[in-house]
């Protein structure tokens, strides 16, 4: 299978799921992103079109990016940044992308550091 099969298979997945979960301003939407480097998360209120809050490994020079324990410290922070704007119920959005390794290890922090979906 080429890179761009597996690409769009993925973007098929993500439309998939996109059709069926929607944020809002009481529960916004937990966007998952998975490069081959880095990870990234995303808060987002789909009825206002808007971020409320990020969280990626770009922000942790020096040290892993590419792992699960840097995915848990993405999952860490975003649930931390998601209190801060008083939100601890998110519905989560794991972007075409399997539930397993690096996916799982950011949900399951940010489900121990308060976030409940």
């Not at 937990?30 to 789909?46: C, E, G, K």
């Amino acid at each position: 299978m080429s890179v761009s099969q597996s690409f769009s298979r993925q973007k098929r997945r993500h439309q998939r799921v996109r059709r069926k979960v929607a944020g809002s301003a009481e529960r916004p939407r937990l966007a998952v992103y998975r490069s081959n480097r880095h990870m990234f998360a995303q808060l987002i209120d789909d009825d206002k079109g808007m971020t409320l809050a990020a969280a990626s490994t770009l922000e942790f020079p020096g040290g892993p990016t590419s792992n699960c324990d840097a995915a848990k410290e993405v999952g860490r922070v975003i649930a931390e940044r998601a209190a801060a704007h008083g939100v601890t119920r998110v519905v989560f959005d794991r972007g075409g992308f399997q539930y397993h390794g690096r996916v799982a290890a950011l949900a399951e922090a940010a489900r121990e550091a308060g976030l409940e979906f």
